[in-house]
């Protein structure tokens, strides 16, 4: 089993960021941060399949786990994805227990599932397929995410299927599916939060969530969650650059008041 999986269902407390830029040097720079591991977001970010390889092979060179979040739910992608060398998949808006035993079948070769076998970079191209097959079912790291009112209504029986490695909570969209937004809906999304993590680690799951800073980590972290994505390259990218300018400015400010 690697490291990754190992610390992912053991539970101890690991924390990554989202990777939305599609440049290795960005991958380098976040990797060598001290994450834990990175999530490329292809969900979401704009970045391109035949860019992913580039990307995980960039984590690779500061021995980083990258995991990919997918689009969607197709078996392709996710191959693509896996046969690229990622050390996992974390698959978005998986609201039924249907959806969770599907994703099983794309991520395991048999018998566990239904993965077809390719010489992608993950096997050496071809020259490593049987070694490749011989670990993979142990090593890759299978999250999937609730993040709907369907997902939050039928969690229990998402959580019990075999296979699944963390249910990762993602906040955003689930705010929105149980009509939870902004400080009003803070208390409602906070127990729906709770109740997705209790109906996990009650089936013996980790639990993941995405969090914009750093915050409340230590809260949830109380609660059994346990696999923080913490923001995403382009959030501290904005945030860094944001706090340097003004406080730049301030001290012009200052220097300027001093002059009048």
Not at 7 to 16: A, K, S
Not at 62 to 88: C, F, K, N, S, W
Not at 95 to 107: I, L, M, P, Y
Request: aromatic residues 6%.
């Amino acid at each position: 089993m690697s490291d990754f999986r190992r610390n992912c269902i053991e539970r101890r407390l690991i924390v990554g960021t989202f990777a939305a830029i599609p440049h290795p040097v960005a991958i380098e720079v976040a990797a060598a941060s001290g994450v834990d591991f990175l999530c490329i977001d292809w969900e979401h970010a704009q970045i391109s399949r035949e860019r992913i390889e580039d990307l995980i092979r960039a984590a690779n060179v500061h021995q980083v786990p990258a995991m990919v979040r997918v689009p969607g739910h197709a078996a392709e992608d996710i191959a693509a994805v896996l046969d690229a060398g990622a050390a996992g998949v974390l698959i978005p808006r998986i609201s039924t227990a249907e959806q969770a035993r599907a994703a099983v079948r794309a991520t395991r070769y048999p018998p566990l599932g239904a993965r077809g076998v390719g010489p992608g970079r993950a096997a050496a191209y071809g020259y490593r397929i049987p070694d490749y097959l011989a670990k993979a079912n142990a090593e890759l790291v299978l999250a999937i995410q609730v993040e709907t009112a369907e997902g939050l209504a039928n969690v229990a029986d998402i959580a019990a299927v075999d296979g699944i490695d963390l249910i990762f909570i993602g906040p955003g969209d689930l705010s929105v599916s149980i009509n939870a937004m902004g400080p009003a809906g803070k208390d409602k999304l906070d127990g729906a939060i709770r109740a997705i993590a209790k109906a996990a680690l009650s089936a013996g799951r980790a639990v993941g969530i995405f969090r914009p800073s750093p915050d409340d980590v230590r809260a949830w972290s109380e609660g059994g969650i346990s696999f923080f994505v913490l923001a995403s390259d382009t959030m501290f990218l904005g945030a860094g650059m944001a706090a340097g300018i003004a406080e730049a400015k301030k001290h012009q400010s200052a220097s300027e008041a001093e002059e009048k």
